[in-house]
């Protein structure tokens, strides 16, 4: 199996999106659009790929600005958990909160769970729910990565001081689900330098 990948910081938060392909089939997964839709739909143009799914880790403003023109310009499908359904539904409101201003964002074409598959090209996209940071995260596991958000970050983890989050719900999911995965796995975060799961085991304050 063969894919692209590539990384964009991108909105005044410096939200991690990610771009994974299939190189055969060329199709592609969005994960978390937080902002700059035309740099993110640039880099597609770039790699020759075309988006079939946007993958949302969870629905803060900051991981959704983008949502909206990337969902209408591919054509692509929404997916996430339907507990954050409420949470991108005023994500709007969110923003203003923050002194910036989103479109309404579309709803979602599927909702997730833990255990799901999801088919893209060659690849098959685990789903994780991992709540805590919000009700409805998730984390998408394939071919020795994992898409984290914001449940955890290299030495450190997600708030979980927002609505719907938990400490003690975040730090099960990552014990119980993440650091299932071999030590070599690679962590792409929502924030920050990617890491891995033996570095995160052995050096992160919060599980040592």
């Known amino acids: 199996m063969e894919y692209l990948l590539e990384k964009l910081v991108v909105g005044p938060i410096a939200v991690n999106c990610y771009i994974l392909a299939d190189k055969g089939t060329k199709e592609a997964a969005v994960i978390d659009p937080g902002d700059e839709a035309d740099a993110i739909l640039l880099t597609m143009a770039k790699m020759k790929v075309r988006?079939?799914?946007?993958?949302?880790?969870?629905?803060?403003?900051?991981?959704?600005?983008?949502?909206?023109?990337?969902?209408?310009?591919?054509?692509?499908?929404?997916?996430?958990?339907?507990?954050?359904?409420?949470?991108?539904?005023?994500?709007?409101?969110?923003?203003?909160?923050?002194?910036?201003?989103?479109?309404?964002?579309?709803?979602?074409?599927?909702?997730?769970?833990?255990?799901?598959?999801?088919?893209?090209?060659?690849?098959?996209?685990?789903v994780l729910h991992t709540p805590g940071h919000s009700g409805g995260c998730v984390c998408y596991a394939v071919d020795g990565m994992l898409f984290v958000g914001d449940t955890l970050f290299a030495g450190s983890i997600g708030r979980t001081d927002l609505p719907g989050g938990s400490y003690e719900d975040l730090i099960e999911g990552v014990r119980t689900k993440l650091f299932a995965y071999d030590d070599k796995t690679m962590v792409y975060p929502g924030h920050g330098p990617e890491t891995t799961i033996g570095n995160e085991k052995k050096y992160n304050p919060f599980f040592t």
């Open 51 to 126: 988006a079939k799914y946007v993958l949302l880790t969870h629905a803060h403003v900051d991981h959704v600005a983008a949502l909206k023109s990337i969902v209408q310009t591919m054509g692509a499908q929404l997916l996430m958990h339907k507990a954050d359904s409420l949470m991108l539904k005023t994500a709007p409101a969110q923003a203003l909160a923050f002194g910036l201003k989103i479109s309404i964002p579309p709803k979602a074409d599927r909702y997730v769970d833990d255990g799901d598959e999801i088919e893209l090209g060659a690849m098959k996209i685990k």
